[in-house]
């Protein structure tokens, strides 16, 4: 199983930018679904995750309150809104499916992942 991210740029600081993971060969719907970002010459890093209804979002401190995570369980994707970009948030961005339904922030629950997709904010 195999999920896409698309959506990602070349963005001005300041911009938004609105990403989407699916999958076209299962669905995802009874899984949490997460986003994580990898910067050049760092770790990856949790950023925001869905639980499987809906009704329970996290987020990580550095973009909370900026970026928003949803999901249409209708149409078996999950989209990540970022608003206020900065520079800080250049990295590809790889959205994934849990094994379990309930959101979590730790990337070993998380077994089934996209190819990623690439969000540059420019100065």
């Known amino acids: 199983v195999q999920l896409q991210a698309s959506g990602g740029g070349l963005v001005q600081a300041g911009d938004s930018l609105s990403l989407t993971c699916s999958s076209s060969k299962r669905t995802f719907t009874n899984n949490a679904v997460g986003w994580f970002r990898q910067a050049p010459g760092k770790e990856r890093e949790f950023v925001a995750a869905i639980n499987w209804s809906g009704s329970s979002t996290y987020y990580a401190d550095s973009v909370k309150g900026r970026f928003t995570i949803s999901r249409d369980k209708g149409k078996n994707m999950v989209s990540l809104k970022m608003n206020n970009l900065g520079p800080e948030d250049t990295a590809g961005y790889y959205c994934?499916?849990?094994?379990?339904?309930?959101?979590?922030?730790?990337?070993?629950?998380?077994?089934?992942w996209g190819q990623g997709t690439q969000v540059t904010v420019s100065s």
């Open positions: 994934a499916a849990a094994r379990g339904a309930a959101v979590t922030d730790n990337t070993a629950q998380y077994i089934y």
